[in-house]
């Protein structure tokens, strides 16, 4: 397994809306596997395809918390919200491409998914908590969405601009 390079935003391609994936190739096993080995390196609890440069509609997450338990990776290829509940979760939420920023971000609380596995059949499974927060998180990006985007004008300013400064202090070094 590899190490992937984590893109920065501002990035035109995290704004990029990802293609479905026409079927599991080794190509694709190989991606998911660099992407778990890149989001536990991290550390984070999810990573989509076009955080590392590919635009296609993979995401790979795993929100288990407790250091003691096994790891509980998730691969998703083509995922989509079946289902959502009204009711509502305010998470602080972060993410890989936007390092050490956070900002409360409100969704539902509940989702149901449908994706490909890598075994190449569909799936479903209800999520709530972290794992519903994080499932939505990553199927934003492969919609080229970030968490940015549900922030008020201002507050989205701020840290882009904070982005940009990391990025030119990252090109110097």
């Not at 660099?34 to 790979?60: F, H, K, N």
């Not at 999520?127 to 934003?140: R, V, Y």
């Amino acid at each position: 397994m590899t190490t992937l390079n984590i893109l920065l935003h501002p990035d035109p391609r995290l704004k990029k809306i990802c293609a479905p994936v026409a079927r599991i190739t080794p190509e694709i096993e190989t991606l998911a596997a660099d992407m778990l080995a890149t989001m536990y390196d991290a550390p984070g609890v999810g990573l989509a395809a076009p955080q590392v440069g590919v635009l296609s509609r993979v995401y790979v997450m795993d929100c288990e918390k407790d250091p003691e338990a096994a790891r509980n990776p998730i691969v998703m290829v083509n995922p989509q919200i079946t289902w959502s509940s009204e009711g509502l979760n305010t998470y602080e939420e972060g993410c890989l491409s936007i390092p050490d920023q956070y900002a409360d971000v409100t969704r539902p609380a509940q989702v149901r998914v449908e994706w490909l596995g890598l075994d190449g059949k569909t799936q479903e499974r209800e999520f709530d908590g972290l794992w519903a927060t994080c499932a939505q998180h990553e199927i934003d990006h492969l919609d080229g969405r970030l968490f940015l985007d549900y922030l008020s004008p201002i507050k989205r300013q701020m840290i882009t601009r904070r982005m940009v400064k990391l990025k030119r202090e990252r090109a110097r070094a």
